[in-house]
């Protein structure tokens, strides 16, 4: 099994990749397989929440992508800029992981959640893609842009 213990520059060289959704991104320590079909193991610092276009690397140097998999989120849409930075306090409010956009906000999907930014005005759609949440003000690993998939 290849474990996976630190996250290191993006190279080009990864000879794996690893394909998670955003709740198992979370978790220091995970058991799963990479996308080619290898048992892997994540050992790796607690608090570290990996992005889609990290990546990982053994103790040997075998290096792996990490992908941000689709997952069902809400997109909250908006052209009013104030209706759109209520409904993001709002969501911040009940902790939930928000991904802000400059016209949208994703969150994993929760009906109760979707009436309440219907209530501010917002439309709100289904899809699948990638989610890539804030990871917050005291987060050291902060990406300048994220990876978009629309």
């Given at each position: 099994?290849l ?28 058991k ?115 990876e978009?998939?629309?």
């Open positions: 099994m474990v996976f213990t630190q996250r290191i520059e993006h190279t080009h060289e990864c000879k794996h990749t690893l394909t998670l959704a955003y709740e198992l991104r979370q978790k220091a320590r995970l799963t397989q990479s996308d080619e079909g290898e048992e892997v193991g994540l050992m790796l610092p607690r608090g570290l929440v990996l992005r889609g276009g990290d990546c990982l690397q053994t103790e040997e140097g075998v290096k792996a992508k990490v992908i941000a998999a689709p997952e069902e989120v809400s997109i909250a849409r908006t052209s009013d800029k104030l209706i759109l930075a209520k409904a993001s306090y709002h969501l911040g409010n009940r902790h939930m992981p928000l991904q802000i956009e400059e016209d949208y906000l994703i969150y994993q999907i929760d009906h109760v959640l979707d009436e309440m930014v219907k209530n501010l005005s917002l439309e709100v759609t289904h899809e699948l893609r990638a989610f890539e949440p804030e990871t917050g003000a005291y987060n050291s690993h902060q990406h300048a842009s994220h978009h998939s629309h």
